[in-house]
């Protein structure tokens, strides 16, 4: 069965710091996307970041950036200058097999302190 | 622009009682889902549909009915509802394909007693 692990259930940060969310996946598939959702404390699930597989270069969206590694089958968040409006949980995604359905990790719930 | 909508946000129910919660979306999307998010456990998959007219299990789909009649609406029924139906269940649409971001609607905190 594919499976997505986050193992990390909480993560702390201070204000202006970096950090860094983990997650690693297992799947046969050779070209795939990788996605990670943000949910704040209003439980809205929003995007905050995707990759595709084939491409070699990690995705940046502004303080946001993955650290691919596809032969670990790896794909981890890196969240820069940190700030309070960060903290939420964070959740790792991928489709399943046959690209129908998304599949999500237990999510990583990270605190941002000033 | 509304996105996706679910109704109702909240709601309580007694054990063996039946309802249906509401999924709409406006955006032509083909690929329709329900999650239920339990503390810790993320989110899993109940049902999803590619499509009008077709429907396909998750990974937790006891208790649970959907139908797809037209492409905007998804609605999930529950039958006979059990306090492990306890949860917050979120509605989900995607145009289709791999690396097309899916939208989701607020949620639906069901409690039952």
């Known amino acids: 069965a594919q499976t997505v692990t986050q193992s990390q259930p909480e993560m702390s940060v201070q204000e202006a710091e970096t950090v860094t969310l983990s997650c690693t996946y297992d799947t046969s598939e050779s070209d795939y996307y990788l996605f990670w959702y943000k949910q704040p404390p209003s439980r809205q699930m929003i995007l905050v970041i995707r990759q595709e597989a084939y491409k070699q270069q990690n995705a940046t969206e502004n303080r946001f950036s993955v650290n691919f590694q596809k032969a670990a089958k790896s794909f981890s968040l890196k969240i820069s200058d940190s700030q309070l409006g960060d903290a939420a949980m964070y959740f790792c995604a991928y489709p399943n097999q046959a690209g129908t359905a998304l599949i999500f990790g237990k999510g990583t719930t990270l605190s941002v302190s000033s | 622009n509304a996105g996706v909508t679910q109704t109702p946000k909240f709601r309580i129910l007694k054990i063996g009682q039946s309802m249906t919660l509401q999924c709409a979306q406006d955006?032509?999307?083909?690929?329709m889902y329900w999650y239920r998010q339990d503390p810790g456990m993320g989110l899993k998959l109940i049902y999803y549909s590619v499509g009008a007219g077709i429907t396909d299990k998750g990974e937790v789909p006891n208790g649970y009915n959907v139908s797809r009649s037209t492409t905007e609406d998804f609605p999930l029924r529950l039958e006979l509802a059990a306090p492990s139906q306890t949860s917050v269940y979120f509605c989900?649409?995607?145009?289709?394909?791999?690396?097309?971001?899916?939208?989701f609607g607020q949620g639906t905190r069901l409690t039952v007693v």
């Open positions: 955006m032509n999307h083909n690929y």
């Open positions: 989900a649409s995607r145009a289709g394909g791999e690396g097309t971001e899916a939208f």
